[in-house]
């Protein structure tokens, strides 16, 4: 059974990894790649493949850079693997993974997620918790 089959959490991945003989700087790279792949702004300065499972999956979701591949291959893409109303249901997907613990979160795209789809939700505001530290100023 694959991975992803189990449910295997991306923390998961690194003991499935080490199972399998998959050396130390590979499963840091897989961390990584995993891990950042929704963080902007900071996948870009790390290893290649990191980079570019953030520029794919940047590609997929968003639209990123879209006119980097052509019509043409977007299409046999397309018909080699139908997106199926992916924008509409890569929302909920995402969600599921996180509905039961939104305030992990904070500083994340998937807060945008919570902001839309979770009722009531109130995204943490940063100059909120600055404001109202323990400091007495």
Not at 33 to 58: D, R
Not at 71 to 85: S, W
Request: with cysteine; hydrophobic share 40%.
């Amino acid at each position: 059974m694959e991975p992803l089959e189990q449910g295997i959490s991306v923390f998961g991945y690194r003991d499935f990894l080490k199972s399998r003989g998959i050396p130390e700087d590979s499963i840091r790279l897989v961390w990584d790649a995993v891990a950042l792949h929704t963080s902007i702004g900071i996948v870009e300065y790390k290893e290649t493949e990191a980079a570019l499972m953030n520029f794919g999956v940047g590609y997929d979701v968003v639209g990123k850079n879209f006119d980097f591949i052509s019509a043409e291959a977007r299409q046999q893409v397309i018909e080699a693997f139908p997106r199926n109303k992916f924008k509409h249901n890569i929302l909920h997907a995402f969600l599921e993974g996180f509905k039961h613990k939104p305030e992990t979160t904070y500083g994340t795209i998937n807060a945008d997620v919570c902001e839309l789809l979770l009722p009531g939700y109130k995204r943490p505001n940063f100059c909120h918790h600055v404001l109202h530290s323990p400091w007495d100023e």
